[in-house]
């Protein structure tokens, strides 16, 4: 009898307002459930509460990119492993049922057992930083874009003599006259038309000033944070924010290169089945890594001989073009990655380097 606290592993099934937690023994035991609230001393009672069963190093949650985001950053804080865990299996979920104290014990099981082995985001860095300018930044260009299109439909059905004045006018053109029309008065159609006009214009330059500060400010902590990224071929703001929020602020919770290339959808899938030996395209992981991945590879298909080189070497080889693109793909993968860990760990990078 080392006289040790038993080791125990704590499962959230995550909501809103409130977190339902469990607690379960090193064998898989159930020692109880119990649900605290979404806050600051909310937390503090959860941890408080789970600990007093025993020596707690390990917790998984469900969500930890949105309901749990705070809460596992709360747990880093404190020392606990976070692993993020998937909603539990739909077949088992038919027999035992559902309710929250069975998924928050699904959550602990699937992280005692080894199903669940992804460790969650700390998001409290830099990265954290950047993804809610690209999230801000992409619902502008999304508001701007359907701005446009607003202005350019009411155009069409506007009275000639407005509609030829502004005719074959680019688009930056187009907007700095429509905002310069003069404020009209009445209820006419055509007075509505140039109010309309006028308002969506202004509307479309206050987005563009805003989309233009967030792309500095985005490129500011890209610089900040990874120097060297924006020096890579082809990797600009939008596609470099894109890889470091794929990655996270703890990129090491990935298990090298190859686990970064598998998260961003580009490692080859065994697809062999009796005579036939081949690989298949990933259709899964971050799409919007793979996106971003795929628009890196075409501005160097574009503009770098070596990458085009390597394109046409594939093709002869047998290979299919997609299948070429995601070996493309799959190398930048891993540069990017090397940039990523180099800015993580300055000091492994000088230690490689030499």
């Known amino acids: 009898m080392t006289g040790r606290p038993e080791e125990i592993v704590l499962g959230v099934d995550t909501h809103k307002d409130v977190h339902v937690a469990a607690v379960i023994t090193s064998t898989g035991a159930m020692l109880d459930t119990r649900s605290f609230p979404t806050t600051r001393e909310g937390y503090r009672q959860l941890l408080s509460w789970a600990r007093a069963f025993g020596c707690l190093k390990r917790a998984g949650v469900e969500c930890t990119g949105s309901y749990s985001a705070a809460l596992t950053r709360y747990l880093h804080s404190e020392g606990i492993a976070v692993t993020e865990v998937n909603q539990p299996d739909k077949a088992l979920r038919r027999r035992r049922g559902k309710t929250d104290a069975i998924d928050a014990g699904a959550a602990a099981h699937a992280v005692l057992s080894g199903r669940a082995t992804a460790t969650a985001k700390t998001a409290d860095g830099p990265v954290e930083t950047i993804r809610l300018f690209k999230m801000t930044k992409s619902s502008a260009v999304k508001s701007r874009s359907q701005a446009i299109n607003q202005l350019k439909a009411v155009l069409v059905s506007a009275d000639p003599e407005l509609r030829e004045s502004l005719a074959g006018l680019s688009n930056p053109k187009l907007i700095r006259r429509c905002s310069e029309l003069e404020a009209a008065a009445g209820i006419t159609p055509a007075m509505a038309v140039r109010h309309t006009l006028r308002l969506l214009a202004g509307r479309i330059r206050h987005l563009t000033d805003e989309i233009n500060d967030l792309t500095a400010r985005i490129t ?32 090491d919770r990935m298990g090298g290169e190859g686990s970064f290339a598998a998260l961003c959808g580009v490692s080859p899938v065994e697809a ?32 770098e001989n070596r990458s ?18 995601r070996c493309l793909k799959r190398y930048v993968a891993r540069e990017i990655y090397q940039l990523i860990t180099a800015a993580r760990n300055p000091t492994h990078a000088l230690a490689s380097a030499d």
Do not use: M
């Open 308 to 325: 085009r080189e390597y394109l046409e070497r594939r093709i002869s080889e047998g290979k299919t073009r997609r299948e070429a693109i």
């Open 272 to 303: 062999s089945s009796g005579k036939t030996q081949r690989r298949r395209l990933n259709r899964g992981g971050d799409r919007q890594a793979n996106s971003a991945l795929y628009t890196i590879v075409l501005a160097r298909l574009r503009w």
């Open 220 to 251: 500011s902590a890209i610089t900040t944070y990874a120097p060297k990224l924006l020096d890579c071929y082809g990797v600009g703001p939008d596609t470099a924010a894109t890889l470091l929020i794929a990655a996270g602020d703890n990129p």
